[in-house]
């Protein structure tokens, strides 16, 4: 079964840092690029960044750039997303899917997991 966890969510102040991981089984993470999303409450899915299959090239969205780092490890079959300076509107489920790009395969609901929550105080 293909399954990707989330873990590494949890409570910060503003300004606080959480490390995100994205696990995969059932699959060989390398060959895919992945992408984070994230979703808060009332609020539709938006896409935070990807990384390609490699790592050799990240992307990020405008709210997140300069804050958030995207890496893999290929070896642990792991994606992270690294968060600093967190801000109370980056508080979300934070997902990780296959596929990268703005609009990619990782949209459907079937190649995301099923998300950690990252709430950020003020």
């Known amino acids: ?11 910060v102040q503003s300004g606080g840092s959480l490390r995100l991981s994205c696990a995969a089984s059932g699959l060989e993470l390398s060959n895919y690029a ?8 009332g609020m539709d ?8 299959k490699g790592g050799g090239s990240t992307d990020y969205a405008a709210a997140v750039k ?12 792991t994606v992270y997303l ?3 300076n967190l801000k109370v509107e980056d508080t979300a489920v ?16 079937s190649n995301r ?3 950690t929550q990252v709430t950020v105080s003020s």
């Open 1 to 11: 079964e293909v399954q990707l966890v989330e873990s590494g969510g949890g409570e």
């Open 34 to 41: 992945v992408s984070w999303a994230r979703q808060a409450p």
């Open 45 to 52: 899915l938006e896409w935070v960044s990807s990384i390609n």
């Open 66 to 77: 300069d804050r958030f780092t995207v890496t893999r490890d290929d070896a642990k079959n």
């Open 82 to 84: 690294e968060m600093n």
């Open 94 to 109: 934070y997902s990780c899917g296959l596929g990268g790009g703005r609009h990619g395969s990782w949209t459907l609901r």
């Open 113 to 115: 997991g099923p998300g």
